[in-house]
């Protein structure tokens, strides 16, 4: 099993940019959203933020790409 560790917290629009990028360099990530998963669910949500995540092998090309853009 994969082991995955956050590499970013931001808005949205940030973090869904930031994926992409990592996709373009065949980065795998995933994108955590609580609050859209909380709204989708029927409940309330006080945050906004989103979190990026990448396989713990990737962690620090991935954070010299976000780095850099």
Same mark, same amino acid.
């Given at each position: 099993?994969? *082991? ?8 949205? /629009? ?6 992409? @990028? @990592? *996709?373009?360099? *065949? /980065?795998?990530?995933? $994108? ?7 709204? @989708? ?10 979190? @990026?995540? $990448?396989?713990?092998?990737?962690? *620090? ?9």
């Amino acid at each position: 099993m994969t *082991e995955h560790v956050k590499i970013l917290t931001g808005s949205a /629009i940030v973090i869904n940019h930031k994926a992409q @990028l @990592l *996709e373009e360099q *065949e /980065i795998a990530s995933i $994108v955590k959203n609580n609050a859209e998963s909380a709204r @989708l669910a029927g409940f309330g949500s006080f945050s906004d933020d989103v979190e @990026l995540f $990448v396989a713990q092998s990737d962690a *620090e090309k991935a954070s010299a790409i976000i780095a850099k853009n």
